[in-house]
């Protein structure tokens, strides 16, 4: 083997690096050639924008790099050279998403393949630092992709399937990539980081083709239409929407051939649910203490399990529907809250129990709210979420009310 050929096979090989879950997505921008990054610093996704410019400083990544002097000028300058055919990232955390709202609005219609790291944060006021997923969710009708993760390596895995999803000619609509405040953005772990050649065989260069904005391509993007086609834009951005799983699934497939990692369904994760009995439901981090109860009321016999959604949208109701009827009961925990909503519940209970009414089989749902503000999720909260939901299994039915669990009175 010539000296070429050995630099050429040590090259694929992926190598193991200690970063948190902001950095696996700033890594995963350097492997996917980020065209434009823009920044305005806010706990906790700053660490993202922090570890971007030292890999530019370092000579590691080309790029270009804007410090906007807010948070909605960085997602308009995201946004526009998304436009002109570069490939753009850009995120923010907290009120500082919610200051990006008319951009963020604005961007599915224009069907502009942004993504966005959402570092989930409490929306003040209280002021608060600590995990929400009320930040992100607020954007959850509007069009764009939504996707929580759970750990640093599915963080820097799902930037690479964000990017070859939403840049699918069939889809073309932003993804927000969720990932829990303190929890995950800040806190590090082994990652197995692909070589360039893997992600260049998953991801095709972006092409926007005859829909680039450009001087020499006279087209319209944005035009003022009110309600002469309106409708008629927005039924386009639902049938992108609906084209969406198919491509995750697609994409998902391409994914575990050539990174050699990623279990059966792109849009949840199971977890000791063969024969599960009961099952509690949740995003993101909420997985690390709820795994490790699972286990422990395993060895005592008893048969739970966790099912992780991922994907939030598009959610796979049908996917969902199918395993979630199969249990005796269900408990729903969320990081969130919709004040006045059915059951006064959190926004993925009252998802889960839509998913469930078009099964023939529709189990007792169970919902909690727990972890809010970055508080922890504790063994015990989460022995006492499956006691409630075991009670529910027994008598058929569900508490009428959501129980918040580790409040105090």
Known sequence: MDADAAAVQAAEVEQEAL???????????KLVDVDVLTAY???PYDTLMQYVAKQIADGEQDAEYIVA??????????????????????????????????????????????VAMVGNRALDDPGAFGTEHNDALAARDLGWLHVWVDTAQEALDTTLLAYRVAEDRR?????????????LTHSQSLVRVPPRAWVDRFLPPYDRGKLVLHPDNPITIAPQVNEDWLMEIRRQTDEAMRQAPGVIEEAWRDFRAIFGRGDGSPFFEEYYTDDAEIVLVGMGTLSMPVRVVVRKLRAEGQKVGFVRVRWFRPFDYEGLG????????????????????????????NEIRAT???????PP??????????????????????????????????PRDTLWIGVRS
């Open 356 to 362: 469930l009414y078009a099964q023939d089989r529709r």
């Open 19 to 29: 970063i948190s879950g902001s950095e696996a997505v700033a890594v995963a921008t």
């Open 41 to 43: 610093p806010i706990r």
């Open 171 to 183: 889809v073309y609509l932003p993804v927000a990539i969720s990932t829990d405040g303190a929890f």
């Open 365 to 398: 749902v169970a919902s909690f709210i727990s972890g809010l503000g970055g508080r922890e999720v504790t063994i015990p909260n989460v022995r006492e979420m499956f006691e409630l939901t075991r009670r529910a299994a027994e008598s058929g039915a569900a």
């Open 322 to 349: 199918a395993l979630l009827s199969r249990f005796a009961a269900i408990g729903v925990v969320d990081r969130d809250f919709s004040m006045g909503s059915p059951f006064h519940s959190g926004v993925l209970a």
């Open 69 to 114: 002097e807010s948070e909605h000028s960085q997602f308009e300058i995201a946004k526009h050279a998304s436009a002109v055919g570069a490939r753009a990232l850009c995120g923010s955390s907290g009120v500082g998403w919610c200051y990006a709202f008319e951009a963020i609005a604005v961007t599915p219609a224009l069907r502009l393949p942004l």
